[in-house]
């Protein structure tokens, strides 16, 4: 049995599985979109690429300096370019942005993650 996700879980954590408006990660599953960043992977608000923004990315602007060096960004069930204003804002952060369809970012990202990179993620859940 897959324990409930309650919100934020400290720590790396590799992306297990995906889909069904979902993610499971650390023997948890959560319902909804995540930000797996380097002090651990919390629930996002974003439903939608259209609520990829620089406000909603906000904590990981919090954590970016000397953490973070690339974002893959789940934009869905499919890639999407994102605004020029986000991405120049990220990269006066001094973080990468790499968009592309949220299965391709999750696992991406986990593999990112076991080579130690200072790598997050944006993930909005797909059905």
Same mark, same amino acid.
């Given at each position: ?22 993610f499971?990660f650390? #023997?948890?599953?959560? &319902?909804?979109?995540?930000?797996? +960043?380097?002090? =651990?992977? $919390? %629930?996002?608000?974003?439903? /939608? ?26 934009? #869905?069930?499919?890639? &999407?370019?994102?605004?020029?204003? +986000?991405?120049? =804002?990220? $990269? %006066?952060?001094?973080?990468? /942005? ?30």
């Amino acid at each position: 049995m897959t324990a409930k996700y309650s919100g934020f879980l400290p720590g790396k954590h590799a992306i297990e599985g995906y889909g069904a408006g979902g993610f499971r990660f650390a #023997g948890m599953s959560h &319902r909804g979109s995540i930000l797996a +960043l380097p002090s =651990g992977i $919390r %629930a996002w608000e974003a439903v /939608a690429f259209e609520d990829i923004t620089i406000s909603s990315l906000a904590p990981v602007f919090a954590e970016a300096r000397g953490e973070i060096e690339h974002l893959l960004i789940g934009t #869905g069930t499919e890639l &999407r370019p994102l605004a020029r204003s +986000l991405r120049e =804002g990220l $990269r %006066a952060a001094g973080i990468r /942005a790499e968009p592309m369809a949220t299965a391709a970012a999750a696992r991406t990202y986990s593999v990112l993650l076991a080579e130690d990179r200072r790598v997050a993620a944006a993930l909005v859940a797909v059905a």
